[in-house]
């Protein structure tokens, strides 16, 4: 009886990804990486490459490759929102508010039924930046839950920081 071989894609059969899915097998992830990057030179198309460069990566713990990583990835794999997520905080963590934001109101299109959760998280990063901005995304998200504890205690801590600002200039909160 003939054995047949696993089904492998095409995009599997190339040098560089059969050298990635060797060191792989060897545990030699370092070598694995190297050998999908150079994959994802000659072929930018390969999800599952990208897909397992990104595990990589994520293990590596390295924000700025997690960042680069992810941004050829979505340039595969536009709608993968966990991805998008996880790119969220990472731009978080490295201080680009802004990309975050835009990050966040992608996420908003692409699970609407998830707006509230995306408001609430646009709300939260704009607090200090634009509060007129981050003021509507949280009541935004409050209509839609009442409960979110995060948009509640960063509404009050805006409210708090509007007041003490006008008390320091006497005006009673007139001039916000």
Known sequence: MVKEAPLVRDE???PWMLLARARRELGDAAGEREALEAALRLDH????????????VELSGDEKDQLRVSEGYLGVDPLNAGLL???VSWLEKAGRITEA???????????PERGARWDSRIGVLLAGVDNGRARRHLLDALAINPRDRKALDTLERMDRDVSASAEKRGDGG???
């Open 12 to 14: 599997e059969k190339g």
């Open 101 to 111: 934001v835009d990050e966040c109101v992608r996420l908003k299109r692409l699970e």
């Open 45 to 56: 198309s390969m999800p599952t490459a990208w897909e397992r460069l990104m595990e990589l």
């Open 85 to 87: 997520t996880k790119r």
């Open 174 to 176: 007139k001039n916000p």
